[in-house]
């Protein structure tokens, strides 16, 4: 049971059952990340899939755009506590990414721009539920906030969509990225405030 | 220090005014881990009526012990900053769960060269990181560039000015009022700034910036462009635009 805090009631907001245990509603875009923001331009972005085989499947941006483009509307929940509700992304399903990818393996390894690293079980990635997206609230995606393009998962705490992301790499285990090196859940589901060790 | 416990019962011990919108508090936690300098943890409120809301705060105090300060910076629409620096009162409790944060941090057994840069209450990580160094009377060369908006806004002041010596030096900036006598104008934190007040590329020094977003995103970038490599520099948002 916790304690209660003398006169914090007279403070309180509202609290709002859309959102996972712990977490609050900002109407802000609030950053995480660990360094500088890397600033790509699109003509020199790629984005490309490693298998287990070694082979490499890459796009350029063009060939992104050239890609079937969805438009995502989802909630989305940072493990620093903020939430945001009905925030709207457009990007590349990485159904579509992973159509012509041959592997067995079951982990994947998001690599970025600025050697950042998070790992995502495959399943995650697929069945309608991650994107590359290069697009929020109708802008192009600021480079604060993973621009050129981030990967988009959103049913995890957001340190998993990895912002300037330029690839993945396919891995037999879950080998922890970089936060959660740092002290960060291998998995991250927000519902069961996975969000240390 | 890879285990995060569950939360931890604080009461608070002292609570200070030290700027016009700002409070140290110095929490009693019984079972404080310890942390190590630069970290943060997690504070939650609970209400009477079950209501709970969390905030992160980074941690002045740093090594072994059930003591955690922190520096707490009123933001006025906030709805914990408020209660903490306006509200809460020593004998009150609350909760805590840490310390968090295994990257932002400096270990006494660094011996390169680190340049802190803190913007407001941004400067309480880097606290912990000057007194650490200090407390483990390290020769590794350290300096440190504060930005307030004028110099009543200062946390630690002159615990800092007394850090100074051959392996410690301090540089200021005033954003809106600067001392009478101060040779810059008032003003935002600029690529000279920092070119004339951190340590050069040349050092190699390992960088460490810490404040509101838009100030380290802005420090981030002039860094990168004076040629310091992205990964020997280290950040912490603490929020807003
Ligand atoms: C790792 C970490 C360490 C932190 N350490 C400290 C610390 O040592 N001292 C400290 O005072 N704060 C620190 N913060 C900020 C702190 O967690 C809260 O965000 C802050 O106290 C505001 O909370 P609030 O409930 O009063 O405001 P909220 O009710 O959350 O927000 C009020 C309004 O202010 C905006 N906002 C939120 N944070 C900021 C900000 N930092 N600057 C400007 N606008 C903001 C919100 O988006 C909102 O519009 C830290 C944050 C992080 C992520």
Not at chain 2, 12 to 26: D, E, F, H, K, S
């Amino acid at each position: 049971m916790a304690v209660f805090s003398r006169g914090f009631g007279a403070r309180r907001r509202e609290s709002d059952p859309e959102l996972p245990p712990g977490q609050y509603l900002t109407e802000d875009f609030p950053v995480l990340s660990a360094g500088p923001t890397p600033r790509i331009d699109t003509a020199d972005w790629s984005f490309s899939i490693t298998t287990e085989s070694g082979a490499v499947t890459t796009w350029s941006w063009d060939e992104l755009m050239a890609l079937p483009i969805e438009d995502v509307h989802t909630d989305i929940h940072c493990v620093t506590r903020w939430s945001k509700l009905g925030t709207s992304w457009r990007g590349v399903s990485l159904d579509t990414l992973f159509a012509d990818i041959d592997t067995s393996d079951a982990y994947t390894m998001i690599e970025s721009y600025g050697g950042y690293t998070t790992n995502v079980p495959l399943e995650d990635l697929q069945g309608g539920k991650a994107w590359i997206a290069f697009e929020f609230d109708g802008e192009p995606l600021d480079p604060e906030h993973g621009g050129p393009a981030r990967l988009l998962v959103p049913h995890l705490y957001f340190w998993k969509s990895a912002k300037w992301v330029h690839g993945i790499r396919m891995h037999s285990d879950d080998d922890p990225g970089f936060w959660e090196q740092n002290g960060y859940n291998m998995y991250g589901d927000p519902w069961k405030e996975q969000r240390y060790w | 220090m890879a285990i995060v416990a569950g939360w931890l019962v604080g009461t608070v011990a002292r609570a200070m005014r030290v700027t016009p919108q700002g409070r140290v508090l110095i929490l009693d936690v019984p079972e404080w881990p310890g942390n190590l300098a630069g970290q943060h943890l997690d504070l939650r409120l609970t209400a009477e009526d079950g209501y709970q809301a969390v905030r992160s705060y980074s941690i002045a105090s740093f090594g072994d012990g059930h003591s955690v300060e922190l520096a707490v910076d009123e933001l006025p629409d906030g709805e914990v900053s408020p209660y903490l620096v306006q509200d809460v009162e020593p004998g009150d409790m609350l909760e805590v769960r840490g310390p968090l944060g295994n990257f932002f941090v400096w270990r006494d057994s660094q011996t390169e060269p680190v340049q802190l840069i803190a913007g407001g209450s941004g400067i309480v990580p880097l606290v912990s990181i000057a007194r650490a160094h200090r407390a483990a009377a390290s020769t590794a060369k350290f300096r440190m560039l504060y930005s307030v908006r004028a110099p009543e806004d200062a946390y630690y002041a002159s615990e800092l000015e007394g850090l100074v010596d051959d392996s410690f030096a301090l540089d200021w900036v005033y954003t809106r009022t600067a001392p009478v006598g101060f040779a810059r104008t008032a003003g935002r934190i600029t690529r000279a700034d920092i070119e004339a007040s951190t340590l050069p590329v040349a050092d190699n020094p390992l960088v460490y910036v810490c404040g509101p977003t838009g100030f380290v995103e802005a420090v981030a970038r002039i860094l990168v462009d004076l040629g310091h490599p992205a990964e020997r520099i280290k950040t912490e948002r603490f929020g807003g635009s």
